[in-house]
């Protein structure tokens, strides 16, 4: 089982480390996962996935009407680059080449390579997107978030062509609304197969968004199973890991959509029967999701950041599948959630970490971190509701990158989808707009930083030096990290508004003047964030030198 660890006194280097003891601690959990275990799941601790936060945000529930999802792609494995796919139109009778996703440990640090597997029908014409490792927004301002949750092991099937990366793909090429997404997925899986892990989708469209939770259809059948749930206008939603939809009233076809075999496979395999009471598609499908306490308390955080009214219960099995916000949602709260480790709260894990102030006050530490690597873990006992690990909190050193999006009704396609994108650990990052329309993207963007290993051409590196650096000396260093990120995320969100109105302005004269006028405002800011990082991760250097 590969293993990524940040040292402590090697800020700029990460190493592999192939070791013995981990593959025999989490051998007989990971046999759990699948009876024919041969698969390696190196972002996955303790029997199940640990990567990707998603929340989602209803147009009434949002400060300005905007509907969103979101994704912290919480795997190192991942992607650390991104570029612009454009629309295309294809010939009759085109096809298109299906890829699955495969570790490859033959690069300078773990990745992924994509190998055909087969092929299905191209349409006539598939829409641009911005191509990130899971493809985030269409050019119709179709936006889709993602988190594992794997589900039973029995579930996954060989016997297909689609993986959950293709599954986005496939959706963001051929589809305009969320509905229309969560049936093209069944449509494809049930023809095609579905070949991965349990996951949650989490669709937004200028509308409506959903979340999408599919499995396998049981090793060597072909096909899916599948429910989806849509999220009241006026209210939010979260996953984290674990499957979070119950009960389904497929009458009610405005807020429920499923596989018509959604109760044959759980009756079959003895999940459930008639006489057990209402069908539950999580407790069918993923009963470990509710025993998680790294998915369960991200649950509760983002719901009680947002709703503290609620006192929802920190330990329970269950929360709502979605809550309405004590206040309307802006971005700039959706960034600090984000952002948040449970600081203030008893489950910070590090807040035993202690010593003494020059007041002679017992404080944490500033040297208390908390992104340790998980060996750190170890070594200062820590222990919490992910056991060794402390807690699965939100923010995490291993994010690759992570994205919110905004999908208006009020806008032109061009101006009304944007991504906000940050790169590795969003406690560190900033979120710098990448609007669905724009052509190009930075050259640091574009560049691959871990097949080669580390490099200052990579926005990746320079985002994952400056947090890797930062947590060496937590308490100190994040205060300059946030002296020079705070005042530019608000100087971005606080100009939102103006350049739109520039931009709507050009698109009514020339919808392609308002394209390369928001495609250079993108880049602008790409470049200007990436460059001021190299710089950050250079002054912590210098003034922390010695004391880290």
């Given at each position: ?379 200062f006992k820590i222990n919490g509701g992910w056991g060794w ?29 944007v991504v906000w994108l940050a790169w590795d650990n969003v ?90 006028f928001l495609t250079k405002y993108s880049m602008d800011w ?23």
């Amino acid at each position: 089982m590969v293993k990524h660890f940040k040292l402590n006194y090697i800020v700029f280097t990460l190493l592999v480390l192939i070791t013995v003891s981990p593959i025999l601690l989490f051998n007989d959990a990971f046999t759990q996962i699948s009876e024919n275990n041969t698969r390696e799941y190196s972002d996955w601790e303790g029997g199940r996935p640990d990567g990707c936060t998603t929340i989602t945000v209803g147009s009434k529930a949002s400060a300005d009407g905007w509907v969103t999802t979101s994704h912290t792609c919480d795997s190192h494995r991942n992607r650390s680059w991104l570029d612009i796919v454009p629309a295309k139109k294809h010939k009759n009778g085109a096809k298109m080449t299906i890829r699955k996703r495969t570790n490859c440990d033959s690069t300078a640090m773990p990745s992924y390579i994509h190998v055909p597997v087969g092929e299905i029908p191209q349409v006539e014409y598939t829409f641009g997107y911005i191509n990130t490792s899971y493809p985030c927004m269409n050019d119709q301002q179709l936006a889709i978030g993602e988190s594992t949750f794997g589900g039973r092991g029995t579930l996954h099937s060989d016997n297909g062509l689609i993986d959950c990366q293709r599954l986005v793909q496939l959706m963001v090429e051929r589809c305009k609304t969320a509905r229309e997404a969560i049936q093209l997925c069944g449509e494809l899986t049930k023809k095609y197969g579905y070949i991965d892990e349990g996951e949650c989708l989490t669709i937004a469209d200028t509308k409506e968004v959903w979340h999408l939770e599919i499995v396998g259809p049981g090793k060597g059948n072909l096909g899916s199973v599948w429910a989806a749930q849509r999220v009241p206008d006026d209210e939010v939603s979260v996953n984290a890991n674990a499957s979070r939809i119950r009960q389904i009233n497929l009458n009610d076809s405005e807020f429920f959509m499923a596989s018509e075999n959604i109760k044959q496979v759980a009756q079959d395999s003895g999940w459930w029967n008639l006489e057990s009471g209402p069908f539950e598609f999580n407790y069918a499908y993923d009963p470990g999701g509710r025993k998680s306490f790294a998915a369960r308390r991200r649950e509760w955080r983002v719901f009680d950041l947002l709703a503290p009214s609620l006192k929802l219960d920190a330990n329970a099995e269950n929360h709502p599948f979605s809550i309405k916000p004590d206040t309307l949602v802006t971005m700039a709260r959706l960034v600090t959630i984000f952002q948040d480790y449970y600081e203030g709260t008893d489950f910070n894990f590090i807040k035993n970490i202690t010593s003494t102030d020059k007041d002679g006050k017992t404080v944490i530490s500033p040297l208390a971190n908390p992104f340790m690597p998980y060996d750190m873990n170890q070594l200062f006992k820590i222990n919490g509701g992910w056991g060794w690990r402390g807690e699965r909190t939100i923010a995490r050193w291993y994010t690759m990158y992570a994205t919110i999006t905004q999908s208006r009704a009020s806008l032109p396609d061009e101006i009304g989808g944007v991504v906000w994108l940050a790169w590795d650990n969003v406690a560190t990052s900033i979120y710098v707009p990448l609007y669905c329309c724009i052509t190009d993207v930075p050259k640091s963007f574009k560049t691959p930083g871990r097949v080669n290993g580390f490099t200052r051409e990579s926005a990746w590196w320079a985002f994952n030096r400056t947090s890797t650096l930062t947590a060496q000396r937590w308490g100190d260093m994040r205060k300059d990290v946030e002296a020079v990120w705070q005042p530019l995320q608000s100087e971005l969100f606080a100009n939102q508004k103006l350049i739109e109105e520039k931009a709507l302005t050009l698109y009514k004269r020339n919808p392609k003047k308002a394209r390369d006028f928001l495609t250079k405002y993108s880049m602008d800011w790409g470049e200007k964030v990436v460059k001021k990082c190299w710089e950050l991760g250079d002054f912590l250097w210098t003034k922390y030198d010695e004391k880290f």
